[in-house]
């Protein structure tokens, strides 16, 4: 599973990051988010005999051999990567306008990525490190950094934007070994499931895909991944908060302040977050209230009196946006402008354009207002009837057999979509009437389940696309929804096979960003932190269920 194809190199709390890219081995910093074309890539790496190397990827080293030598490397303190070899080992810098090489009046060497706003300084402390490029006027082309030497090489280089750090009081070993210790640490506090692999990739992944506070990013943040989807976005940011709970409760907070900090004072929240830019042009649907009365559920020692105080305004807001902003009037359902506004991009309900009304929205909506009667239990009252009337208003989605979606265009046309779409507001629980639930209970069993977890799509609908993002493909926050309102319709048996189909899946297929919902193939990118987050999730719950059930046999 850690093949390092697919699965990035990195470690908790860094932006270096060495990963493939294109069929290439990149050192890259994933500063800056997934809309620069770049994607943080610096140089390319290359090896003698590079075509045959094989690498091999754990969580504290990366290394690759070939006929002509071989190389490992190690992130140490900061952004600064130590490498170690025999043979010759280069980096060449990708190339953007003013790009240069220099040395410092200190005598060290210095390259400058201009494109990035980065700069790099290479340290020999065995061998020697050439630093190559060609003048061209006002920059330098072929910039390249090479280790060698004939006993072996040994060395640093650190990525800074100003003024380098002091060279390393580190040694290779010893960078290694607190690498591998962090790691270890990590994972004792991982909850437990039966499969170890898989295990210890998912907490690979949230803890290699933690990149620290810097510029826009008020807290330390868990991106999606460290392959392309390199930012935090606002309702990603709630699974993975739910996966690294256990691990770190106030890692957790942040996931969700991370997104607050940068809340409109309208109440809208950013799509997405990264060091540059908090971008407002999307949104995401507001799973937090849901998101946090389940964190508090399975933790609650995490609800802190200073979290709560902070947790109560920004939900207010939310739910003022969504009320005040997105909607007509306070007799219409709030809608989405945008699939991507929806999390489910380009799904088939929004075949025909926007804006949408969709039974999820108003659904989380009353689960925020559930969270703020338990967080701010003096405006109990006020928050029940703000959830009264807004469930009032999702029962005009009901079509006999299922919740289907409205253009808000043209509302008189009630559509009775294939989407999973439908299903969420078993999330609700007892306030679904008993012939609604049942209802749609036996729907999903009429094709939306497949051998490997619930489809976004159901498959015999003509709409469905095996590779089709939300049109088809499993997910794992959809998974993760829909077992968790198994659970609140008291569905345990189908929950479980839900969360057994799913842990399946990516135990097979690894944590990629979906999967094919009839092969079980991963599909897009491999390495991404909301399915890791939801498969720790469900596998300890799982291997619980399967403990309590021996111990009562």
Not at 152 to 164: A, K, N, S, Y
Not at 166 to 190: I, N, V, Y
Not at 229 to 253: E, H, K, Q, R, T
Not at 381 to 400: F, N, R, S, V
Request: charged share 20%; aromatic share 12%.
């Amino acid at each position: 599973m850690f093949d390092f194809a697919h699965i990035p190199f990195s470690r908790f709390g860094r932006f270096l990051t060495l990963s493939v890219m294109d069929g290439q081995v990149w050192l890259r910093s994933v500063k800056g988010g997934d809309l620069r074309l770049s994607l943080g890539r610096l140089c390319r790496v290359f090896l003698p005999g590079a075509a045959v190397a094989k690498w091999r990827l754990t969580p504290d080293c990366l290394t690759a051999e070939t006929a002509e030598g071989h190389v490992a490397f190690v992130i140490g303190e900061g952004e600064r990567l130590h490498l170690r070899g025999q043979g010759s080992v280069t980096f060449a810098l990708e190339g953007s306008r003013y790009d240069y090489a220099y040395v410092t009046p200190q005598g060290a060497h210095c390259v400058v990525a201009a494109g990035e706003d980065l700069r790099l300084m290479p340290r020999a402390t065995k061998g020697t490190v050439q630093v190559m490029g060609d003048w061209r006027r006002d920059h330098a082309d072929n910039v390249a950094m090479t280790f060698s030497g004939n006993e072996g090489f040994e060395g640093t280089i650190d990525l800074f934007p100003v003024i380098p750090p002091t060279a390393s009081t580190e040694s290779f070993d010893q960078a290694r070994a607190g690498a591998a210790s962090a790691f270890a640490d990590w994972l004792a506090r991982t909850p437990k499931g039966d499969q170890k692999e898989a295990r210890t990739l998912a907490a690979y992944l949230l803890w290699a895909n933690t990149v620290p506070a810097s510029g826009n990013l008020t807290r330390p943040a868990v991106y999606m991944s460290k392959n392309a989807m390199i930012n935090i976005w606002s309702w990603d940011n709630a699974f993975s908060a739910l996966g690294v709970a256990a691990m770190d409760p106030a890692l957790a907070f942040d996931q969700f302040a991370a997104i607050y900090d940068h809340q409109h004072p309208s109440g809208l929240l950013p799509d997405f977050v990264n060091d540059r830019e908090a971008y407002f042009t999307f949104t995401k649907p507001p799973v937090h209230g849901w998101a946090i009365l389940r964190l508090i559920e399975s933790h609650p020692d995490w609800l802190t009196e200073a979290r709560r105080a902070a947790l109560v305004p920004w939900l207010e807001r939310q739910l003022s946006y969504w009320l005040t902003h997105a909607r007509k009037d306070g007799q219409s359902l709030p809608a989405y402008c945008h699939g991507n506004d929806s999390g489910w991009d380009n799904a088939t309900f929004f075949a025909e354009g926007g804006p949408v009304l969709t039974p999820d929205l108003p659904t989380f909506l009353i689960l925020t207002c559930d969270c703020l009667s338990r967080l701010d239990p003096t405006r109990a009252a006020h928050w029940q009837a703000e959830g009264a009337a807004l469930y009032a208003l999702l029962t005009t989605l009901w079509t006999g057999q299922a919740f289907g979606t409205r253009l808000a265009a043209d509302p008189a046309r009630l559509r009775q979509d294939e989407s999973l779409i439908g299903f969420i507001p078993l999330l609700l629980g007892p306030r679904l009437a008993p012939e609604v639930a049942a209802r749609l209970i036996d729907r999903l069993g009429q094709g939306w389940i497949t051998d490997w977890g619930p489809a976004t799509e159901r498959p015999q609908s003509p709409f469905y696309e095996p590779d089709g993002y939300w049109r088809g493909p499993i997910w794992a926050p959809t998974a993760m929804l829909l077992w968790d309102g198994l659970l609140r319709q008291n569905q345990e048996d189908l929950a479980a096979d839900i969360a057994l189909r799913f842990c399946r899946l990516c135990e097979t297929s690894g944590m990629a960003e979906n999967f094919d919902a009839l092969t079980g193939k991963g599909l897009r990118d491999r390495a991404f932190a909301w399915t890791s987050a939801v498969y720790l999730l469900l596998s300890a719950w799982l291997a619980a269920r399967n403990t309590q059930g021996q111990d009562q046999a």
